[in-house]
């Protein structure tokens, strides 16, 4: 089990010759809390790619625990992700598929390809438990069985967060989990992740919530691709 220590040396990222990220130094420790926020375009979402290997940076170097991801091989860095909870700001699910077969979706990077597919089509008694027992956690067990195009954009949100959370990883990576939704709805999934951070796990958000810092420890500022400012929050959770 990997404990969630980032850590960005001197990482630049370019794109077509264009700067994205800009000499980025980053520690990030097991357990934190912490809110990426800033400007459409400003490299948020690449730093949260960054975490998770789907991106490897043009020089610099970033470490899991030490060890440098960015030397990994594409299978070695599967496995890493398949540690690391993702939620994607378009969400990612199958609007046909039932919750539960969203959230089993979730499995494929520890389990396969195959065997993902045959635990979706013929889900066992103990699977259908734990999907239970997540949907419970993010507030919706009821909607278990319902098709995933039939659910509200809050509870869409709440079934990207429970397939994120179907394997345990010791950290969440969130881009955008707020994302058109109301204040009160947002208010609800801020106030989810800030529970997770409770429970031992590292969250780190992207986000545009002018309120973020009552859930987070930390708030980094990402302009023009540039750490701007890294700020610890008074009264956040601890």
């Not at 030397?71 to 609007?95: C, E, K, M, Y």
């Amino acid at each position: 089990m990997i404990s969630a220590d980032f850590a960005l040396r001197a990482v630049h990222v370019a794109f077509n010759g264009t700067t994205a990220i800009g000499d980025a130094n980053l520690r990030i420790g097991p357990g934190e809390a912490v809110g990426l926020v800033g400007p459409s375009g400003s490299g948020k979402t690449t730093l949260l790619r960054l975490l998770n290997g789907t991106l490897r940076p043009t020089a610099g170097t970033v470490s899991l625990d030490g060890e440098e991801i960015t030397s990994l091989t594409n299978r070695q860095l599967r496995g890493v992700r398949a540690r690391i909870g993702f939620v994607h700001q378009d969400l990612s699910l199958v609007p046909n598929l039932r919750v539960l077969q969203n959230v089993l979706l979730g499995r494929i990077g520890q389990m396969g390809l195959i065997r993902s597919c045959a635990a979706l089509v013929a889900p066992c008694r103990a699977a259908v438990r734990r999907v239970h027992e997540i949907l419970e956690r993010v507030g919706i067990p009821e909607k278990l069985y319902e098709r995933t195009d039939r659910l509200s954009g809050g509870q869409r949100q709440r079934v990207a967060i429970a397939r994120a959370l179907v394997t345990e990883p010791p950290v969440i990576l969130a881009d955008e989990p707020t994302g058109n939704l109301d204040s009160k709805t947002s208010e609800e999934i801020l106030a989810l992740f800030e529970g997770l951070h409770g429970a031992g796990t590292t969250v780190v958000m992207v986000t545009h919530e002018p309120d973020v810092g009552r859930h987070a420890q930390r708030i980094l500022r990402v302009r023009d691709g540039r750490l701007s400012a890294d700020e610890a929050v008074e009264g956040g959770p601890r």
